[in-house]
């Protein structure tokens, strides 16, 4: 009697007719969400532009973005330095990253600015160039730069990042507070640029952004380095959005990398570390 008055009162049993339609509905759902999960983590983190055809006539006609014009010779290399690959290698052995910076004396600001043309040399995905440097020396803006960062850095290294991280950046003594976002007389900060406007109006894509602005980066580095200066390239975690509105930059424009440049302050102190030899990055063939 107990038992038949239990399967009388199942939901189960009772709404068993909809049973395969809920499960069936719940499971099509999820498969949903995942795809366009999936396919929004494709498009925001693919560099492989995959271009297609807006217009289904045929005959719409397709123009380039650069001018069509004839090539001009190209002599090869003729500015290079004395002492070669060699000399250019014994400067870049030098260079390390600085958390420690000297207020006083501040470059002169047109060092920094042949430092990003020597950047805008960079190669880029048919040549378009996707970067954006942004010179800081403004004392309230370095202020106002370095509250959005420590805010989320305290977020990053106290709930976001995994422990290995933490424990691995432990040796290197970093942490949320960065203090030299306001002693370093200046901070470059560089956008990658999503798209582009050609001057007809229209949308502009810049193929492997990402790639060529991280070429031109490593470019800056080498100037600012030859410059005497010092540097720390940084990548502020779930800063972007923020610093992108305290600069008004334009939506198609992405924060890669923030450095604070300087001259390294008397008593700093650099973590002891090596790198690695050639025979474990070189491979022959």
Partial sequence: MKFSYILDSSLILKYWNILPTVVLIWFVSKWLYFK????NEILRNSEEVNVQSNYSNE???????LEEKEHVPYRGATKILPGGALQFYQMMKDRRSV??????PIPDQSV????????GTSPSGAH???????LISSADLKKSIRDIVESEEEINYSQRMHKQWTTDLRPLKTNHVKPYLTDAPYLILVFKQIYGMTKQGTRKQHYYNE??????VGILLCALQA??????????LNCGPALRVLLNRPANEKLLVLLPIGYAAEACKIPDIQRKPLKDILVRF
Avoid: Q
Avoid at 128 to 133: C, I
């Fill in 99 to 104: 958390r420690d910076f000297k207020r006083e």
């Fill in 36 to 39: 366009l999960k999936y396919r």
């Fill in 211 to 216: 790639i060529s602005v991280s070429i031109s």
């Fill in 59 to 65: 005959s719409f006609v397709y123009h380039p973005a």
């Fill in 227 to 236: 410059a005497g200066l010092n540097s720390l390239v940084t990548t502020p």
């Fill in 112 to 119: 920094l600015e042949n430092c990003i043309r020597a950047a």
């Fill in 128 to 134: 378009t160039e996707p970067w954006t440097f942004c």
